[in-house]
């Protein structure tokens, strides 16, 4: 049967509501990354794909790849890549029930942030 007082029950809190914290905001950064790894994937295949065809379509993406352009989301994708890989390490740590205090998750998130950061520089300086 319906339940006929499903208007007067209150409504569920709405992100106006709430301050966002440090570890949601992590959470759906982790998942935005996931996609776009999968969007850079497909860029670099692409890429391959024009090397196996022709030389003038891989000129045309060649130019695609390694333009001002190409270079950000390559750069970004690196950043995306270390920030995903650390991401998993943290909800690895949490699986196993550790670190799951307040101040030791916003501890995790920070590292997984500045980390990911570092390392995409060293990443990008080196190779």
Known sequence: M???NRG???LSPHLTI???QLTSITSILTRITGNALLLAALLIVWWFLAAASSPE???VADAVITSWFGDLVMCLSV???WYHTLAGVRHLIWDNAMM???DKAEVLGWLVIIVSTCLTIFTIIVV
Do not use: Q
């Open 100 to 102: 799951l205090e307040i």
């Open 2 to 4: 319906a339940d006929v």
């Open 18 to 20: 709430y301050r966002p």
């Open 8 to 10: 007067n029950r209150p």
């Open 57 to 59: 379509y891989y000129a």
């Open 79 to 81: 950043w995306a890549l």
